[in-house]
């Protein structure tokens, strides 16, 4: 009786104090049956990638409303590699202008969620991409 | 053989992933604790339990910052609830925790008590010892919020801290069974707040008439006040972290901690014979379907769960079909 419950940690990167969005989310993942560690705001990135290498997380989930997406979401994926942790996947939201999609998915981040995003899909992106990573 | 090294040798992805996998059943993960176990016993196991927003994930922030004053190495676990409902689950301990981030000297883990009903999880022994085997000098397992009686803490911390906030009832209170008997250091935690003195008093009264002997540890009380008058709040966290240790060092001379070395012990071969047993029949009569019918049985009351537990255990005992 071994089924891997998935984790994933929602965390805010950055001097943005605006987590409505985030705690939604965490709560739709504990409805969803994720295990989730929630941060709180105002995280480094070190911050961050500490915690989701303490926690084993399959995914961290990063939001930011502040613009500073661009530097703040690659340095997690760049933290990550150094730890030898880029098994975890890293996707993000928030406000995040169309013309930064590709250049955050070429740093590394696996999906972009923006306003008007459903609940489900986010959920249904999480199970498809996470199950099977042992 | 490569991970229990990995783990001694104190690398947080490694031990992270081994109470991943014994959080999540994996068969491989016994082994692993098997090789790890020889490792383990040598930390400073400290409890904090009490009520849902008492203040347990603050007070063992502070515990870890004065601790680490001391150079010591710590490992936190944790628990917070699972959904009865989703399986899922929020851990927010860690967010009272943040500035310990990025210390190495210091290795946080949250866990979820998927189903457990003692104020830990199921898991929650393992950890311990994965965390005592990467030589962590003290472990802090903060229980998630509990009412009276969820006391499986005491078989697992050499001290236990007992945090009560002001306001939750009479002396009536202070007098029952469970918690307040498991104390080893009492915090009053939010003492700035009315009431405060009332609980100190009744606590004193509480152990004041307690019929143990002289020499017996009486569990001190500390009063701490708001977080946000960081002077006063430091000095009474201090005051908090040297009752620990004076309970440790109270232990370790009167010969206690040999005494709840057993009881752990005790303890883990229980829940180990429980986990060889009584798992591996039930996943057995869940495959079958067989623990369906019984249910449907007893409930019809065409057979009662004593008679049909004696049977199961007698077939699968004999038949040696447990592994």
């Known amino acids: 009786m071994s089924a891997r419950k998935i984790r994933v940690m929602v965390a805010k990167p950055g001097l943005d104090g605006h987590d409505r969005g985030a705690r939604i989310l965490a709560r739709c993942f504990r409805d969803a049956g994720f295990e989730v560690i929630y941060t709180g705001c105002h995280q480094t990135p070190e911050q961050v990638v500490a915690a989701a290498i303490q926690e084993d997380v399959d ?7 502040s613009g500073a997406h661009r530097v703040l979401f690659p340095r997690v994926v760049d933290l990550l590699r150094e730890k030898n942790a880029s098994d975890i996947t890293v996707i993000g939201g928030g406000i995040i202008p169309e013309q930064d ?30 199950q099977g990573r042992d | 053989m490569e991970t229990t090294k990995k783990i001694c040798a104190g690398d947080v992805r490694s031990a992270s992933r081994l109470i991943r996998d014994l959080e ?6 016994r082994p692993r604790l098997k090789q790890l176990f020889p490792h383990t016993g040598k930390s400073f196991i400290i409890g904090i339990t009490g009520a849902p927003g008492a ?19 710590v490992g936190v676990l944790a628990v917070d609830p699972t959904s009865p409902f989703s399986g899922g689950a929020i851990l927010g301990d860690r967010v009272r925790m943040l500035r310990h981030a990025e210390d190495e000297g210091v290795f946080i883990r949250s866990l979820a008590t998927r189903g457990a009903l003692g104020g830990l999880s199921q898991a929650a022994g393992d950890a311990i010892h994965v965390m005592e085997a990467m030589g962590k000098d003290v472990v802090i397992v903060e229980t998630v919020g509990i009412g009276q009686q969820e006391l499986d803490i005491i078989h697992h911390a050499h001290s236990v801290i007992v945090v009560l906030v002001p306001g939750m009832g009479d002396e009536i209170q202070t007098m029952k069974a469970g918690i307040m008997e498991i104390a080893d250091v009492f915090a009053i935690n939010k003492a700035d707040r009315p009431g405060a003195k009332q609980l ?10 307690s019929a143990l002997p002289p020499s017996a540890w009486r569990a001190p009380v500390v009063s701490i006040g ?42 883990e071969i229980t829940d180990a014979l429980k986990a060889c047993i009584l798992e591996p029949v039930l996943n057995k009569l869940i495959a079958s379907g067989e623990l369906k019918n019984i249910t449907q049985r007893v409930k019809n009351r065409e057979a009662d769960p004593y008679t049909e537990a004696e049977t199961i255990a007698r077939r699968f005992l004999k038949s040696g079909e447990i592994s």
Not at chain 2, 55 to 60: A, D, E, M, P, V
Not at chain 2, 200 to 209: D, G, I, K, P, V
């Open chain 2, 226 to 267: 708001n977080l946000y008058e960081p002077a006063g709040f430091a000095e009474q966290t201090a005051e908090l972290a040297q009752k620990i240790s004076e309970h440790h060092a109270h232990l370790l001379i009167s010969g206690q901690l040999a005494l709840r070395m057993e009881r752990k012990a005790l303890m």
């Open chain 2, 24 to 29: 999540d059943k994996l068969p491989q993960a």
């Open chain 2, 55 to 73: 203040g347990k994930s603050t007070l063992t922030d502070a515990l870890i910052s004065e601790f680490r004053k001391q150079k010591r190495t």
């Open chain 2, 200 to 209: 100190q008093t009744e606590l004193a009264s509480l152990l004041n008439t």
């Open chain 1, 101 to 130: 999609f590709q250049m955050l998915y070429d740093a590394g981040i696996k999906a972009i969620f923006t306003p008007g995003a459903s609940l489900d899909s986010i959920v249904d992106w999480i199970r498809t991409n996470i």
């Open chain 1, 59 to 65: 995914l961290v989930g990063l939001s930011c409303l």
